[in-house]
T-cell receptor
């Protein structure tokens, strides 16, 4: 079965650089969520999109922005990167017409800021 | 706001032994409850979920969980652990209403001894 695809899987950036993370949801899933998992931490919700509109916002820094495109893929843009942004970033998707809480997670993008 | 507590940071069991991972939640109404498993460097895989109905839910890989409203608990169990079950386990809660994000517990690291 198709799963959530995230790219890149690994990313190394320097402080103050920018990064773009991409997420391709499972086909026919219309809701996308972004989570950040710091080392030894639990995943923290950042932001979500439903039908290309932002639906909820969590603890996302102002330096980060995200959007969902017409093909339902989503991109998380991160600017002025800080060392503390080093984390595993997960994308999850939910099926259209299904439970909004049935979230399927991708493998994550590991961002390292040096 | 909802919250999740996983009291056990690390649990060690012998292969073939039974397992119970504890999860307590705080929420004013009946929540949506989930257990996810994360292997090292991997994404989050949904083991099982509770939305309503039968309080004993069956999941994948032989896991089950029981929702106990009176104890605000949703403990995960498995009658006989396999070495491949070694991983980190996260309990999560999703609240009713417009908020769609999941709130995760801090996780329980499971070690399986041969």
């Amino acid at each position: 079965a198709a799963g959530v695809i995230q790219s890149p899987r690994h990313l190394i950036k320097e402080k103050r650089e920018t990064a773009t993370l991409k997420c391709y949801p499972i086909p026919r899933h219309d809701t996308v969520y972004w989570y950040q998992q710091g080392p030894g931490q639990d995943p923290q919700f950042l932001i979500s999109f439903y039908e290309k509109m932002q639906s909820d916002k969590g603890s996302i820094p102002d330096r980060f922005s995200a959007q969902q495109f017409s093909d339902y893929h989503s991109e998380l843009n991160m600017s002025s990167l800080e060392l503390g942004d080093s984390a595993l970033y997960f994308c999850a998707s939910s099926p259209a017409g299904g439970s909004l809480y049935e979230q399927y997670f991708g493998p994550g993008t590991r961002l390292t800021v040096t | 706001a909802q919250s999740v507590t996983q009291p056990d940071i690390h649990i060690t069991v012998s292969e073939g032994a039974s397992l119970e991972l504890r999860c307590n939640y705080s929420y004013g109404a009946t929540p949506y409850l989930f257990w996810y498993v994360q292997s090292p460097g991997q994404g989050l895989q949904l083991l099982l979920k509770y939305f309503s109905g039968d309080t004993l839910v069956q999941g994948i890989k032989g896991f089950e969980a029981e929702f106990k409203r009176s104890q605000s608990s949703f403990n995960l169990r498995k009658p006989s652990v396999h070495w491949s079950d070694a991983a980190e386990y996260f309990c999560a809660v999703g609240a009713h209403g417009s908020a769609r994000q999941l709130t995760f517990g801090s996780g329980t690291q499971l070690t399986v001894l041969p």
